[in-house]
């Protein structure tokens, strides 16, 4: 749980700078190519490709492909059919995608899981929730897509590692997860993307750099690692944590507007689903002791 929160109030910050400094002004695909790019170099000096056999690297790759690559296309296109409050409100059903791909792999169903997911659902609902227009279903299915894909990639990589040596460092092969969204983002912007739209100042190359290096390179890493280390109720429930997060750190340093009694109370709900789902984890151990 560390892992998450810590990645939580990381990407929190995240956030805020793409709205503030790369939005607008730089070509999406170039700043998705350059923040895989900069993360796969992270990695790849640690890089032991004898760990994993041909079919494990990739699965792993594959992941990275799904969960960074295909998902960032997607999120980026929403944005040309929705407005912004649209597509952050879309993104809270995240955690039901999680609950129920998490059972399907693992083939088990736990309707608590889903439960709980559905109270951090409406948590989010209740902060980012400003209503929508009419005419909005093909970018509410392209968000669902982004949605599926980051869910898909969590959880695709909770059943790869379960199949993994316990032993084996996850950082000696994790580069090969950056690799495969490199196989999606290079294409992506070669098809897509703007040349004309490049970074034009220190600042944009340097909020770039943070992004890549350590949002994503350290982040995504961390974040999986501690998808690995919790049940599927808290990394669904985590998934959602990161709407107050981002809003705080907007409101407290950009000194953005926000519904302060929305964002307490949503974050309150959010909480509490946590704490629900701690409680009968606790519980269901107590149980089979």
């Known amino acids: 749980m560390g892992y998450l929160i810590g990645v939580t109030a990381l990407w929190a910050f995240s956030f805020s700078l793409i709205g503030v400094y790369l939005a607008g002004q730089v070509d999406s695909y170039f700043a998705v190519l350059m923040r895989v790019s900069l993360a ?90 400003d209503g929508v227009d009419s005419g909005f279903w093909l970018g509410f299915l392209v968000v669902q897509g982004a949605n599926f894909c980051f869910a898909l990639g969590q959880v695709g990589y909770r059943r790869l590692s379960a199949s993994l040596p316990a032993s084996l460092p996850r950082h000696s092969v994790f580069a090969w997860f950056y690799l495969g969204a490199l196989a999606v983002a290079l294409p992506a912007f070669i098809l897509l993307g703007s040349a004309a739209a490049l970074p034009g100042n220190g600042v944009q190359w340097g909020v770039l750099a943070w992004l890549g290096l350590v949002a994503s390179g350290l982040g995504y890493f961390l974040w999986n690692l501690g998808a690995t280390r919790v049940d599927a109720g808290a990394l669904a429930i985590m998934n959602n944590a990161l709407i107050p997060a981002g809003l705080v750190v907007n409101l407290v340093i950009w000194n953005r507007d926000a519904d302060l009694p929305r964002l307490v109370l949503g974050g309150a709900i959010i909480v509490g689903s946590l704490v629900l789902n701690e409680w009968w984890l606790r519980r269901r151990r107590l149980a089979a002791a």
């Open 40 to 129: 796969a170099l992270v990695f790849l000096p640690f890089l032991r490709p004898s760990l994993l056999v041909g079919r494990q690297r990739l699965a792993l790759m594959g992941l990275g492909a799904v969960q960074l690559g295909i998902m960032y296309v997607f999120f980026y296109q929403s944005f040309l059919l929705l407005t912004v409050p649209e597509v952050l409100l879309f993104t809270i059903f995240t955690p039901l995608y999680v609950t129920l791909l998490d059972d399907a792999l693992f083939g088990r169903f736990t309707p608590f899981y889903l439960l709980t997911a559905v109270m951090a659902v409406l948590g989010a609902a209740v902060i980012r929730y």
